[in-house]
């Protein structure tokens, strides 16, 4: 079962920004890997969702909402998630919480 105690609730406002996403027509293949992905395959498909980030009006938005909520997986505010693990710091990836 999955922990979403950190998630904002269910409030509307907190996921408006989603709408404006340039992501919204793209569905997920884009910004998260496969399992099993690796080396240049990854770096590819991470370059291509974040091409598609650094056009969106709402890339701050979605990055805020990532590193409040410690998304684990995928390309966020044209971020992978070892990029936000780095900008949270030594102490997120030693939360024992298994999340970014």
Same mark, same amino acid.
């Given at each position: 079962?999955?922990?979403? !105690?950190? +998630? /904002?609730?269910?409030?509307?406002?907190h *996921? $408006? *920004? $989603?709408?404006?996403?340039? %992501?919204?027509? *793209?569905?997920?293949? /884009?910004f998260?890997?496969?399992? =099993?992905? &690796? =080396?240049?395959? @990854?770096?590819d498909?991470? #370059?291509? #969702?974040?091409?598609?980030c650094? @056009? %969106? /009006?709402?890339?701050r938005? %979605?990055?805020?909402?990532? +590193?409040?909520? !410690?998304?684990p997986?995928?390309?966020?505010?044209?971020l992978?998630?070892?990029?936000? &693990?780095? +900008? +949270?710091? /030594?102490? #997120?990836?030693h939360?024992g919480? =298994?999340?970014?």
């Amino acid at each position: 079962m999955s922990d979403v !105690r950190r +998630l /904002p609730g269910a409030a509307l406002h907190h *996921w $408006q *920004w $989603q709408q404006r996403a340039a %992501c919204r027509s *793209w569905g997920s293949g /884009p910004f998260f890997h496969p399992y =099993g992905e &690796r =080396g240049e395959e @990854r770096e590819d498909r991470d #370059a291509a #969702a974040k091409r598609i980030c650094a @056009r %969106c /009006p709402v890339r701050r938005a %979605c990055l805020d909402h990532a +590193l409040r909520t !410690r998304e684990p997986y995928g390309v966020w505010g044209g971020l992978t998630e070892e990029e936000r &693990r780095g +900008l +949270l710091g /030594p102490a #997120a990836e030693h939360s024992g919480t =298994g999340a970014v």
